[in-house]
């Protein structure tokens, strides 16, 4: 058990430094986005034809009663990285992260609407004090569109909105074998986000840059994936989820040590509601 307690603390200190790793990438969200997962799926793709060289059919078996539903997942999954990481662009990683950690109370809305799920009176509190969280945090600054820090916010709530549909539509397609709907979502988010990229005209990286989206499609994406599903082997999910907390802390921690971004004491408490309000309703599942 303590094995797998490992990797799952492992992987959520990887995923933590994502962040940091976005900065020093110089790219802007929707390019990192697009080489994260063009970069992803390449390697998931050689990874798995080095074990089986017909894996790509089987998997493409597997997935195709649900193809639809698999093409928005990796449609959200696009959308939701390219806003996160436009927000690490524009505003400090603390506030970015901590907005963006109000998907889990966003699926309870989402849930509400769309998996018909009853929202408690408890978990209608929870959801006012995890937006009391966001609003602390977003008012520090001119709520303006002019305002490069509140983008910044704004971009991370929009992030925080497709991560939610990400697992709305994870609950829809649990019958599909997570390594292949792993590959297909990457690959539907390339050929997403491809033709963007050309209509931008832009698909420059510097080698510095390149070094760099590798690095975080190699260990954030691949690496820290495999060893958070082979931790997830050996823990009850409800740990697993109290355990992913650390993603959030940690990231915090590498801004302020790395890049000397402190967060501010309403940021702190801002967070601090979101983080109890979402720790809250984890427990209650």
């Not at 639809?68 to 990285?81: I, S």
């Not at 799920?117 to 209608?124: G, S």
């Not at 050996?234 to 302020?256: F, G, K, R, W």
């Amino acid at each position: 058990m303590l094995q797998g307690r490992a990797k799952i603390i492992f992987s959520m200190l990887i995923w933590g430094s994502v962040g940091v790793f976005a900065r020093y990438s110089e790219l802007d969200g929707l390019k990192l986005a697009f080489y994260r997962v063009l970069l992803g799926s390449i390697l998931l793709i050689l990874i798995h034809l080095l074990k089986n060289a017909g894996w790509v059919k089987g998997a493409f078996l597997n997935v195709r009663p649900k193809i639809g539903l698999v093409f928005l997942l990796g449609f959200v999954l696009a959308l939701n990285w390219v806003f996160f990481f436009s927000a690490i662009m524009y505003t400090n990683i603390a506030k970015a992260t901590l907005i963006y950690y109000l998907a889990p109370i966003i699926v309870v809305i989402l849930s509400s609407v769309f998996l018909k799920e009853n929202i408690t009176k408890i978990r209608i509190v929870l959801v006012c004090l995890a937006f009391l969280g966001a609003f602390l945090i977003g008012s520090q600054t001119e709520m303006s569109l002019g305002n490069k820090d509140f983008v910044g916010i704004l971009f991370a709530f929009l992030g925080a909105i497709f991560y939610a549909s990400v697992t709305i539509l994870g609950r829809y397609l649990r019958d599909i074998d997570s390594s292949n709907l792993t590959f297909f979502q990457l690959f539907f988010a390339t050929l997403i986000l491809f033709p963007v990229l050309v209509s931008v005209g832009d698909f420059y990286v510097s080698l510095n840059s390149f070094i760099v989206v590798t690095f975080i499609a190699i260990i954030h994406t691949v690496f820290a994936l495999f060893i958070y599903m082979d931790g997830l082997k050996e823990v009850e999910a409800n740990e697993a989820a109290l355990l992913s907390y650390l993603d959030p802390l940690s990231a915090i921690v590498y801004a302020a040590i790395l890049l000397g971004e402190i967060p501010t004491f309403r940021t702190v408490i801002g967070g601090s509601l979101i983080l109890v309000a979402s720790f809250l309703d984890m427990k209650m599942k």
